[in-house]
């Protein structure tokens, strides 16, 4: 909902959430506390993928679940704790990169990618969703851990708000879409996750540019 105002309003978030004890007799008690101490002892967050059929930006649930348990670790131990993504597809050769290194090659190879745009492109309404959701996904990853650079959020406005073709394309056929867009990369300018290096990009973030 872009309602927070802190990061520590992001790991309280996760930690009331994820704040519950399960055992053969409870069908879930309140632990949060118990919660807290374990993520004070974390120093690594690791996120297992079994599959490509998907990535860390198509399902909200990445970030929620890896970007909010790094931030609550951050708050509960007061320091930063690494944060790796492993690709298991394949059990004989399992990869593991640092979450950096995994949203980079994500964002370039797909979100980003003009061949994966023009692709999604084709699905109309629905590939111009599947547009705002990984730019909602990136803000979510932005607003958990560091894993974002400003000159990532630089590329999304590149792709979809400078590129008057695919801007085009999204007023045609899901004009939210393209509110959405427009609202995620404000929400990272407005928490200071994104610095535009062209001013010319803040025109667009809130109507069409003039002829």
């Not at 970030?63 to 951050?74: I, K, N």
């Not at 979100?111 to 990984?134: C, D, F, Q, S, T």
């Amino acid at each position: 909902s872009r309602q927070w105002q802190t990061d520590a309003d992001l790991a309280n978030a996760y930690q009331s959430w994820g704040g519950y004890a399960y055992t053969q007799k409870s069908a879930g008690e309140e632990a949060r506390h118990a919660f807290g101490t374990r993520l004070a002892a974390l120093d690594v967050v690791l996120q297992n993928q079994d599959n490509r059929e998907h990535d860390l930006l198509d399902s909200a649930e990445y970030a929620s679940f890896e970007g909010g348990l790094a931030a609550a670790v951050e708050l509960a131990a007061g320091r930063t704790p690494v944060v790796y993504h492993a690709d298991h597809a394949d059990p004989e050769r399992p990869r593991v990169h640092t979450l950096d290194q995994e949203l980079s090659r994500v964002l370039r190879g797909r979100l980003v990618n003009p061949k994966w745009i023009a692709g999604v492109m084709r699905h109309g309404y629905k590939g111009a969703a599947e547009m705002a959701a990984g730019v909602d996904n990136l803000l979510a990853f932005a607003s958990t851990t560091g894993a974002v650079r400003s000159h990532h959020f630089d590329l999304v406005g590149a792709a979809y708000l400078k590129d008057e073709a695919v801007r085009a394309f999204l007023t045609e056929v899901n004009p939210a879409a393209l509110d959405d867009i427009r609202a995620a990369l404000a929400a990272a300018r407005d928490a200071g996750l994104w610095r535009p290096r062209d001013n010319r990009i803040f025109d667009l973030l809130t109507r069409e540019p003039p002829p």
